[in-house]
């Protein structure tokens, strides 16, 4: 067919340019149309599903380049599209073409064109390759089936569905895939990178919507054969066999995919018929070649292994045949045949492997043609078996096979020296032991013992039979001649005989080591290592005893011996015991009695102590508590003790009183405490830590005795201090009067006055007498002093003298007129009886200090009422009183006033004091001056001023003396009475 571009459609009348052009472009068109490539006929296609692969072939022009399209055929998709290149073969041209997909999955059309350069032909008509999925083809079905691919290819499967049915999805194994959908009833998944499969292969199959199982296929992923290490031998040094390794695991199995061997092309029959996989092939020939040439072949490939050598250098010997054996106690004789004659003459090398009780020896044996081997050191009595096996001994390439296995029993012999010891409980009684034979020194079935004991001096022997079973018995010293020496011997016996004895000299030499200089013995990689000076008197060696160090009768005592010469020794055992003190003697071993020379003590591994101090008790003592307690049994240590702590238990805590570092301590006070209930605890400690501890509570009573101490010792203290300061005060007397009270000037009268003590002289006498100056402005209304002779008053009241001390100040009646402080006229009282009653309440005494007087009166004097503006005069010496309620002297700062002479005694009519009126308080004048008797001299006057007068309740003075101007009206007042004893005590002290 042409191109539309060379139809040439009908003329026109055109102009001549243009007619010019359509003219060339004509001419170019038809040279194209003469040269374009001839398109591609009779074409062919041809499938190969095991290898998806499919081949074109046609017919065409020169042209060697052609374009192809391969297309799905009912979704028109493009699946290939490229210029090849084809060879020309028979006149036909090949290209083929490996899909993704299996080829039955959908129908596939193909087309195709020549090319020239850029010049193609038309395409050729479309050849179409039938699917799985036409409609004639109404069933579900999955491709490919059975594929063997290898482990990380990637592999597409499709699955076809049958008519009305919807994919619900497409599982590899246990994953469900991405689907492609090929046509109208193909889907297509794709697995990358598969791993390899199980045995049976890995499942890959689709289901419908509804989960129904429409089909499925089976994929095997493995790898292509690797076999290794081919070696090929003789045996019988004639014919030949080769062996090898599988290599690794192909995990294809099954007669269509497993591996296949030849040998020298020669089918390898008893390794191809092995099924499953299996470390090493053998594959036999009848006939020595010298090079072999192995192939491996499964589905996915093969490999070839090459294996070359001499006959010579590759025998291996069969294993021996008709093995016995010819037996004595000590040595057995091995018989063996060859089942090849050809051995006889091959220097052959040989070894035979004993067992006994699962210890194994080997022996090795030479000679031609050997078929005979003798075993020696065997043991009597026991059970060997045995087993042999040969190579050439002259290019030696591999050990033969083994034989067979025989047993045989040697016979018995008689025993070896028992292994003796001896303990002694006293000087004369102990225990003899023996340590039971092994089955390598039995020789034979123990049938019993012989005890026996010699005495050399008394030549006496005495023999006891023992059963099998026992393995110590007492002995008694008792008869044997004192201080003798006697020799015990212990012997066994089997079927074969009695064994040569043991003998241990008796008795043991008592023990010459200070039991406070045992030393410790430290626990290291599974033994004690001991160690001691060399003694040149162990000819025969020593022997190392150890027991438990907390048994004290029968106990199970352990011992070796140490060859003479050897100084140290590892003590192994297994029932040695965590917490458990092991006492480890030395004993040095002579012709004489076996000497002691050191002992040991120790752990394999210190613990706490299992119990705390036993009896754990606490006590009272006053404010102390005494704790105590008993010593831990050794047992129970489990451990060397360090010490102990003692707690207080505070609520649920325990506090650290103290840390005693003395393992031998037994008590501890805990001192200072109040009374009180208390809980203390006390632990045990060694290496390992402390124990559970010893609890003890006590409740504190109360201490009298230590109460009545304390205050005894108080009071001795007390009185200490009041002896010391009373010594200091006698000692420093002089200086505490003069601090305290110093010594007050004696008033020195004129005349003779004694100081002789009598009665007081009351009468009344001219210095008694107050004397009332006739002043032009007294006024007569006022109340004033009046005197009153000291006797009348003692006859009206009663009152009879008594002695007086004369230490003691002379007291005279001083009376104060009831002044109100209203200026109210007096009342005149009708009767004596109610002045002398006024007169006794308004009384007061004064006493004059350190001046004894015969007696004084003192009277009151009626005052007239007056106005509080008017002056009052000054009265006598004293003054007049003014208002305010009580005896006020008229304040002196002048100079002194003279005391006025004796006067005659006047009667004056008792004060009433008014009704409804009020004492006033006394108030000395705070002006008074000094009079003394020189004075009274001095001016001419009869009698002289007395002192300052006092109260008989105190012993300060009413009027101060002339040197204290300094006090005040309002400080004149009665002394506390807190200071008044003290001062009379002071002032009555002068004789």
Request: aromatic residues 10%; contains cysteine; hydrophobic residues 35%.
């Amino acid at each position: 067919m042409l191109s539309p571009r060379c139809a040439h459609g009908p003329a026109r009348n055109p102009s001549p340019v243009w007619l010019v052009l359509v003219l060339l472009g004509s001419s170019a068109t038809q040279i194209r149309c003469r040269d374009a490539p001839a398109v591609p006929r009779e074409l062919r296609l041809s499938a190969d599903t095991a290898l998806q692969r499919l081949s074109v072939s046609w017919l065409g022009g020169e042209d060697e380049t052609f374009d192809l399209l391969i297309l799905r055929t009912e979704l028109n998709e493009t699946v290939f599209y490229e210029t090849v290149r084809a060879e020309q073969e028979d006149g036909r041209r090949h290209w083929a073409w490996t899909s993704q997909e299996p080829l039955e999955c959908t129908s596939l059309s193909v087309r195709l064109r020549s090319r020239d350069g850029q010049t193609v032909s038309e395409w050729s008509d479309a050849q179409i390759l039938p699917g799985m999925d036409l409609p004639t083809n109404k069933r579900s079905s999955m491709f490919p089936q059975d594929l063997v691919v290898a482990v990380g290819a990637n592999t597409t499967f499709c699955c076809i569905l049958e008519e009305r049915r919807l994919l619900g999805g497409i599982r590899y194994s246990k994953t469900v895939m991405n689907t492609t959908r090929l046509s109208r009833r193909s889907y297509a998944i794709t697995r990358t990178n598969q791993a390899p499969s199980s045995i049976t292969g890995t499942n890959v199959f689709c289901s419908s919507q509804h989960n129904l199982l429409l089909t499925g296929t089976v994929v095997f992923v493995g790898y292509r054969p690797s076999p290794r290490e081919l070696v090929c031998e003789t045996r019988d040094l004639v014919s030949v066999v080769c062996q090898w390794n599988s290599g690794r695991d192909t995990h294809l199995y099954g007669t269509k995919r497993q591996t296949y061997y030849t040998l020298n092309g020669r089918n390898c029959t008893e390794a191809n018929m092995i099924q499953q996989r299996k470390e090493s092939y053998t594959c036999s020939w009848a006939e020595w070649e010298g090079n072999w040439t192995l192939v491996a072949r499964n589905p996915l490939g093969q490999r070839s292994l090459n294996d070359s050598a001499e006959l010579r250098r590759r025998v291996r010997l069969v294993a021996p045949g008709g093995l016995t054996s010819v037996n004595h106690a000590w040595n057995a004789t091995l018989l063996w045949d060859w089942n090849y004659e050809s051995y006889g003459l091959l220097a052959l090398i040989c070894q035979v492997e004993t067992t006994s009780f699962w210890h194994k020896t080997t022996r090795t044996f030479h000679g031609v043609g050997l078929h005979s081997a003798v075993l020696l050191d065997l043991f009597p009595d026991e059970v060997y078996s045995v087993r042999i096996r040969c190579g050439t001994q002259q290019n030696f390439w591999k050990w033969g096979d083994w034989s067979n296995s025989v047993q045989f029993r040697t016979s018995t012999d008689i025993p070896e020296t028992p292994d003796v010891w001896v303990t002694m409980d006293t000087d004369n009684t102990g225990r003899v032991m023996w340590k039971p034979l092994k089955r390598r020194q039995s020789h034979g079935q123990i049938t019993g013992f012989a005890l026996t004991l010699f005495s050399p001096e008394e030549n006496v022997q005495r023999t006891e039979s023992l059963p099998h079973y026992t393995f110590a018995a007492p002995f008694n010293l008792s008869q044997a001649a004192p201080g003798g020496r006697v020799t015990l011997s212990v012997m066994a016996s089997n079927a074969a005989g009695t064994s040569p004895p043991a003998s241990v000299v008796l008795p043991l030499r008592g023990p010459d080591v200070d039991p406070s200089a045992v030393s410790r013995a430290l626990f290291v990689d599974g033994a004690f290592p001991l160690s001691w000076e060399s003694d040149s008197n162990a000819s025969c060696g020593y022997v190392l005893e150890w027991r438990e160090a907390c048994c004290l009768q029968d106990c199970s005592v352990d011992w070796t011996k140490v060859a003479a010469g050897n100084t140290n020794a590892s003590i192994q055992s297994g029932d040695f015991q965590m917490g458990v003190r092991y006492t480890f003697s030395l004993y040095s071993c002579s012709s004489d009695a076996p000497e002691l020379r050191r002992r040991w003590q120790g752990y394999t591994q210190e613990l706490v102590p299992s119990s705390s101090a036993p009896h754990f008790v606490s006590t009272q003592q006053d404010s102390d508590v005494q704790l105590s307690w008993e010593e831990i049994p050794l047992v129970n240590q489990r451990g060397f003790l360090l010490g102990f702590r003692v707690y207080i238990n505070i609520g649920s805590q325990l506090k650290l009183l103290a840390t005693l570092p003395d393992p031998n301590s037994r008590n501890y006070t805990v001192t200072g405490l109040p009374i009180s209930s208390y809980k203390f605890t006390v632990k045990a400690y060694t290496s390992a830590g402390e124990d559970t501890g010893a609890t003890a509570s006590i409740t504190m009573a109360s201490y009298s005795d230590w109460l009545l101490l304390e205050i005894l010792s108080s009071l001795g203290a007390l009185a200490c201090f009041l002896i010391l300061v009373t010594f200091i005060c006698y000692k420093k007397r002089k200086w505490v009067k003069k601090a305290f009270y110093p010594e007050i000037p004696e008033p020195k009268l004129a005349g003779g006055w004694s100081r002789v003590q009598g009665p007081l002289d009351v009468s009344p006498s001219s210095s008694s007498m107050v004397h009332i100056l006739e002043e032009p402005h007294w006024d007569s209304s006022k109340e004033a002093l009046v005197v009153i002779p000291e006797e009348e008053e003692d006859e009206d009241e009663g009152i009879i003298d008594e002695p007086v001390d004369t230490d003691e100040p002379t007291s005279i009646r001083y009376y104060n007129q009831v002044v109100d402080e209203r200026p109210i006229r007096p009342r005149f009282p009708d009767s004596s009886t109610s002045s002398a009653s006024s007169l006794d309440s308004a009384r007061t005494d004064v006493t004059y200090t350190g001046i004894q007087t015969s007696g004084s009166s003192l009277a009151f004097q009626t005052e007239p009422q007056f106005s509080p503006d008017e002056h009052q005069p000054p009265v006598g010496c004293e003054g007049g009183g003014g208002g305010g309620g009580g005896y006020q002297p008229q304040m002196q700062t002048g100079a002194e006033v003279p005391c006025p002479g004796q006067m005659a005694p006047r009667s004056f009519p008792e004060p009433q004091p008014p009704s409804g009126g009020s004492f006033g308080g006394y108030q000395p004048q705070s002006s008074w001056h000094l009079d003394s008797p020189g004075e009274g001299e001095a001016s001419g006057d009869v009698a002289p001023c007395l002192g300052s007068p006092t109260s008989v309740a105190s012993t300060q003075f009413l009027l101060p003396d002339g040197g204290s101007q300094e006090h005040t009206e309002g400080k004149g007042g009665a002394s506390s009475s807190s200071t008044t004893w003290f001062q009379n005590l002071l002032s009555s002290s002068k004789p």
